[in-house]
T-cell receptor, first 112, second 113 residues
Framework: QQQVKQSPQSLIVQKGGISIINCAYE??????FPWYQQFPGKGPALLIA?????SEKKEGRFTISFNKSAKQFSLHIMDSQPGDSATYFC???????????FGTGTRLTIIP | NAGVTQTPKFQVLKTGQSMTLQCAQD?????MSWYRQDPGMGLRLIHY???????DQGEVPNGYNVSRSTTEDFPLRLLSAAPSQTSVYFC????????????FGSGTRLTVV
């Protein structure tokens, strides 16, 4: 049972464009939603995270949008750069529980 | 700080062999976890620990054992390797507090033949 569904599987965006990756979850007890960035041969690195009491969180060019009623959240990368080319994972967990559930990942490629 | 250190980086095992994947962190983090990453499946939690002497099962614990005798170390043991355990294994740790995310190691790529 996949509790966090991520789309698209792969994404190609031109340099300077907006990259958008979407996730949907089923467990309404989830209350922490991080995004991780992974480069080839490396471990995932925490990029940005949000809690369901806010609808949006922005850190530099990265923004999480959160829709609690639809049980969906998305990552927006503004002014996408070639250095943003990586695999991105959304994830979710409940407070007090260390079981972090990941989406299946999106391979993002930024072309010049 | 070294962060989360995993050894070895690469390993080839024969079916039925046992081995231990090592994980150490120098950040005094209480929480540690082991994940496996397979193509098209994201990362799946194998076991986790909320402190020395305390471990619990994750989503895919079968065939793996863990122990946490110190805060720094969290080894993962494969009891009798199977080809289905071919994967990339990541160890991660985080400090206590609701808003702290996990720091991941660089991974161990394991092939079971």
């Amino acid at each position: 049972q996949q509790q966090v569904k991520q789309s698209p599987q792969s994404l190609i965006v031109q340099k300077g464009g907006i990259s958008i990756i979407n996730c949907a979850y089923e467990n309404t007890a989830f209350d922490y939603f991080p995004w991780y960035q992974q480069f080839p041969g490396k471990g995932p690195a925490l990029l940005i995270a949000i809690r369901p009491d806010v609808s949006e969180k922005k850190e530099g060019r990265f923004t999480i949008s959160f829709n609690k009623s639809a049980k969906q959240f998305s990552l927006h990368i503004m002014d996408s750069q070639p250095g943003d080319s990586a695999t991105y994972f959304c994830a979710a967990k409940t407070l007090g529980n260390e079981k972090l559930t990941f989406g299946t990942g999106t391979r993002l490629t930024i072309i010049p | 700080n070294a962060g989360v250190t995993q050894t070895p980086k690469f390993q080839v095992l024969k079916t039925g062999q046992s081995m231990t994947l090592q994980c150490a962190q120098d950040m005094n983090h209480e929480y540690m976890s082991w994940y496996r990453q397979d193509p098209g499946m994201g990362l799946r939690l194998i076991h986790y620990s909320v402190g020395a002497g305390i471990t619990d099962q994750g989503e895919v614990p079968n065939g793996y054992n863990v122990s946490r005798s110190t805060t720094e170390d969290f080894p993962l043991r494969l009891l009798s390797a199977a080809p289905s355990q071919t994967s990339v294994y990541f160890c991660a740790s985080r400090q206590t507090g609701a808003n702290y995310g996990y720091t991941f190691g660089s991974g161990t790529r394991l092939t079971v033949v």
